[in-house]
């Protein structure tokens, strides 16, 4: 069940952050490999981005890729939020007290994060392509053509294999290792120290959550954006027909070349639109996910003095 509930609460935070990804993956993809200066500006920000999608393609432009994006995010986080729920569960996480310990939180923080981000990865591949197709007129980066998530995953199926749908899997995963471990780790902490120092927050544990939420938003979103960067550049890159990609080699070679073409500020384009979507992103996603925690634990205790009651039944009756 702990799968479920993780899997169910990043679904309900989808629905609200995927236009903001769609604008992130643009603005990553706008000047690529291009100097500062040498390249047409179409998104100028977050605001300018979303209003120029949807004059350009519609309302409908903003959401594109909503489907494979639920399906990805259901996968990496009925992973992630399940996996480490389940190992604080058993102690792997906490002391005698139940507070967190940092360096076991941040453990299995990275370890459940890689885990969901490698199992997802194709998802992340398809969405990533299909949110950066645009009108001619606004088009950044590889323009790849699709259809449908459908017939994304049968194009790349024939041309690569199976194992194209995972071209880029170690970007994410490691993307997935610092996101995630810095995010679930801030959050168990403040949420810690809120419950511990403030009597209004311990009465109120969705603001809790909330605020802790935000706090590991942003330690996700400033750790994260550069390989997050690289990530959307790797999965988007058209290929040869060797099945290798035409702009970069892997991560090293991604790092060097953005690093030397578009500087230290290139790792960080759309790293507003990135805390935008994060931000409400983390916030809802972590905010049902201790609210259907809280549910199932309500649900547990309820049927537990039942279910102690028909085992003495039982053995009287025997």
């Known amino acids: 069940m702990d799968f479920v509930i993780g899997g169910l609460a990043a679904c309900g935070a989808s629905f609200f952050s995927n236009p903001l990804d769609v604008v992130k993956t643009r603005m990553q993809l ?31 432009g903003l959401q594109k890729g909503l489907g494979t994006a639920l399906l990805m995010h259901s ?34 923080g990275a370890l459940s994060g890689g885990a969901g981000a490698f199992l997802a990865s194709p998802f992340f591949l398809i969405k990533t392509q299909i949110q950066s197709q645009a009108a001619k007129s606004i088009s950044v980066g590889t323009q790849h053509g699709h259809t449908s998530a459908v017939a994304a995953f049968k194009t790349i199926y024939n041309k690569e294999g199976i194992f194209g749908l995972w071209r880029g899997a170690n970007a994410v995963v490691l993307r997935a290792v610092i996101g995630s471990s810095s995010q679930l780790t801030s959050f168990a902490i403040v949420k810690d120290l809120l419950k511990e120092r403030n009597i209004v927050f311990a009465k109120n544990p969705v603001l809790t959550s909330f605020v802790a939420s935000i706090a590991g938003g942003l330690a996700q979103c400033i ?96």
């Open 30 to 60: 706008q000047g690529e490999l291009q100097a500062r200066g040498k390249h047409q500006i179409f998104y100028k920000n977050v605001f300018h981005a979303c209003y120029t999608i949807a004059k350009n393609e519609g309302i409908r």
């Open 223 to 318: 750790l994260m954006n550069p390989l997050d960067l690289v990530s959307v550049r790797l999965y988007n890159q058209g290929i040869d027909k060797h099945g290798k990609g035409l702009l970069y080699n892997g991560i090293i070679d991604a790092f060097i070349k953005i690093g030397k073409k578009e500087g230290i500020l290139g790792f960080y384009k759309g790293v507003t639109a990135s805390y935008m979507r994060l931000a409400p992103h983390s916030a809802l996603c972590l905010v049902f996910w201790d609210i259907l925690k809280d549910l199932q634990e309500k649900h547990i205790d309820r049927r537990t003095p039942a279910v102690k009651l028909k085992s003495v039944n039982k053995k009287y009756d025997k």
């Open 75 to 108: 996968v990496r986080n009925s992973t992630r939020l399940g996996t480490y729920q389940w190992l604080t569960k058993r102690g792997y996480v906490t002391d005698r007290n139940g507070k967190t310990i940092f360096y076991k939180s941040f453990l299995v």
